[in-house]
């Protein structure tokens, strides 16, 4: 599957993407902005993948640049409620030099087209740490909207985080064509 965009396409993850995702994990400013604790390294990271792969709550893909098809992130769609017609999203660009480049926000609209477009769902949820300042700019510009915030939710780098609770649902996403 290959859901193309102006910069970035996503496809599904290979072997090959492991080291990129594992490099990911050994950068403290990522790790934070995720509020990631556990580290995983390749193999770990491969089991995760396969365990991944055979649940059908769940898509994961590769972000990757148009121009050279080199790897620049992840995102998934999971715990997928097709009875409720919702699911959750997480993203993560794997280098800092691709950052505030849009590639996220790019990536995340083609998320959406893929939740509402494809999978049929209502709603598309996500979680982010008051800390991250350019993912909260970002899922605004893909279309997200602040629900609501758990306050004091995370305690890293000796300082306290709100979680903020964001959402897509499918009545902004066809607003956005109109």
Known sequence: MLI???SVFLRAIEEKDFISISK???DEEIL??????TILNKE???IAHRNFSINPTRYDFAICLLESG???GDLSISEIDFDNKKAVFRIALHHKEN???GYGTEATKLALRFTFEELKLNRLELQVFSHNIRGI???EKAGFKKEGILRQALFMNGTY???IIMSVIQEDYDLKDS
């Not at 934070?32 to 604790?37: A, I, K, L, W």
């Open 4 to 6: 193309t965009g102006k």
């Open 24 to 26: 990911s994990f050994q």
């Open 32 to 37: 934070y902005m995720t509020g990631t604790r």
């Open 44 to 46: 770990q990271i491969k």
């Open 70 to 72: 080199q790897i620049i």
């Open 99 to 101: 950052h505030g480049r």
């Open 137 to 139: 700019r970002a899922y």
């Open 161 to 163: 985080s709100d979680e």
